[in-house]
């Protein structure tokens, strides 16, 4: 069954403490995946996308690598702006997509 | 810049009335994509659509129809509205058949259904 999973569902961090979430998933034939931030009672944010296994990319504070089975998103030195969930979606093959439940991360001062 | 834009931000109705969401985007992308989004559910896809006037069903289809007339537009009809329809609802769109078929959503629109 194709199904995408985040750890940990929320992380509390000082700020300046680096840490990595993650996403693990089980799709056939894997199109592409995307990290999304999102900001309470707002639509999820675009990030990344990352399409094969070794590839990352980077913004700010944030990045993103790819794995066959899982991705993580990287945050170094956070600040309490980086506050928000973030979530993990894989495209398994046309139109069809499978959403992670997300990460709530808390950055404190 | 990549924009998609909702119709209303927060929205209540009643039991039994019909409810227009409606989804607009500017990138004059193919694919366009309704979900809701409920606490520990995540996002569930409600419909898609990736060409005027063509439709999917998603994973959660029932109490719910769309509308495609124009290529930038993207309307999804609560027909009866029922309490168990209360969610965030969520409009995305993306370019298809490119490396890029990330989607973009919009800014969501609460639902309340009294």
């Known amino acids: 069954e194709d199904q995408v999973t985040q750890s940990p569902e929320a992380l509390r961090l000082q700020e300046g403490e680096s840490s990595s979430l993650n996403c693990s998933y089980t799709?056939?034939?894997?199109?592409?995946l995307f990290w999304y931030r999102q900001d309470p009672g707002k639509g999820p944010e675009f990030l990344f996308t990352l399409y094969s296994a070794g590839e990352e990319k980077e913004k700010e504070r944030l990045k993103a690598t790819l794995t066959k089975k899982e991705s993580f998103l990287h945050i170094t030195a956070p600040k309490p702006e980086d506050s928000a969930t973030y979530l993990c979606a894989v495209q398994a093959n046309f139109n069809k997509f499978y959403f992670g439940s997300g990460t709530k991360l808390n950055v404190k001062p | 810049d990549v924009k998609v834009t909702q119709s209303s931000r927060y929205l209540v109705k009643r039991t039994g009335e019909k409810v227009f969401l409606e989804c607009v985007q500017d990138m004059d992308h193919e694919n366009m994509f309704w979900y809701r989004q409920d606490p520990g559910l995540g996002l569930r896809l409600i419909y898609f659509?990736?060409?005027?006037?063509?439709?999917e069903k998603g994973d959660i289809p029932e109490g719910y129809s769309v509308s495609r007339e124009k290529k930038e537009r993207f309307s999804l009809i609560l027909e009866s509205a029922s309490t168990n329809q209360t969610s965030m609802y969520l409009c995305a769109s993306s370019f298809p058949r490119t490396e890029q078929e990330t989607q973009y959503f919009g800014p969501g629109t609460r639902l309340l259904v009294l």
């Open positions: 799709v056939s034939g894997l199109r592409g």
């Open positions: 659509s990736y060409d005027v006037k063509m439709k």
